[in-house]
Each structure stands twice: as C-alpha cells, then as structure tokens.
Nanobody, 122 residues
Framework: QVQLVESGGGLVQAGDSLRLSCAAS????????VAWFRQTPGKEREFVST????????YYADSVKGRFTISRANAKNMVYLQMNSLKPEDTALYYC???????????????WGQGTQVTVSS
C-alpha cells in the first residue's frame, strides 16, 4: 500500500515556474514507478510525465516536453515535477500516482493522491 500527498500548486502568471511535490508513505516506495497526471473539468485525466523507480527512465507528454522535469529522491520518499514556462493551458488539477509498471494509462495506476491545483493566468 502506498499513500501519496501532492503539494506546491498555486496561482501563477504565464511564463512563471512552479515545483510540485509528491510525498509518499508506505513500504518499498522506491520500487514504484511514479507519474504525474492532470485533469481539467469536463475532460479526461491526462498523462504528464513518469519516472522509473531507479531514475533511469523518464517520459513526458509532448505538450510539456522541454518545459517540465520530473525527478525523485527515494531516500526522502519524494517525487517532484518542476514546471517552467507555464502556459494557461497547463491549468489543471495535478495528481501523482504510483504503479509497479512504467506505463502512461490512468487505469494502470492503483495509487493516487488527492491532487494539487495549478492555475496559470495569461
């Protein structure tokens, strides 16, 4: 069992940066793959980025590639999402999720946090 808590969201202007944090508790967290997803009202939850358990592999949605960076600190049970050059279309509720597999589909992640809101004004 893994529990996840996101933080770091807020209201920023276009072009600003934010760093989201995902704090995990539970056994063997360091062996889970962790991803960030986001969702806006009326739309499906979409994949943003994921990172392998040993930090060797990272993947990004095309919409955030080059602007967002995912990282993790297993000793601290933390995963981060550094978001630079934010755009109004990045506005969403951001979730972190954990899985035993390196996948990008919502249904493949059994563990989810409650989300943190990111709002980017133009």
């Amino acid at each position: 069992q893994v529990q996840l808590v996101e933080s770091g969201g807020g209201l920023v202007q276009a072009g600003d940066s934010l760093r989201l944090s995902c704090a995990a508790s539970g056994r063997a967290f360091s062996y889970y793959y962790v991803a960030w997803f986001r969702q806006t009202p009326g739309k499906e939850r979409e994949f943003v980025s994921t990172i392998s358990w040993n930090d060797d592999s990272t993947y990004y949605a095309d919409s955030v590639k080059g602007r967002f960076t995912i990282s993790r600190a297993n000793a601290k049970n933390m995963v981060y999402l550094q978001m630079n050059s934010l755009k109004p279309e990045d506005t969403a509720l951001y979730y972190c999720a954990a899985s035993r597999s390196l996948v990008t589909t919502v249904d493949s992640y059994p563990y989810w946090g409650q989300g943190t809101q990111v709002t980017v004004s133009s």
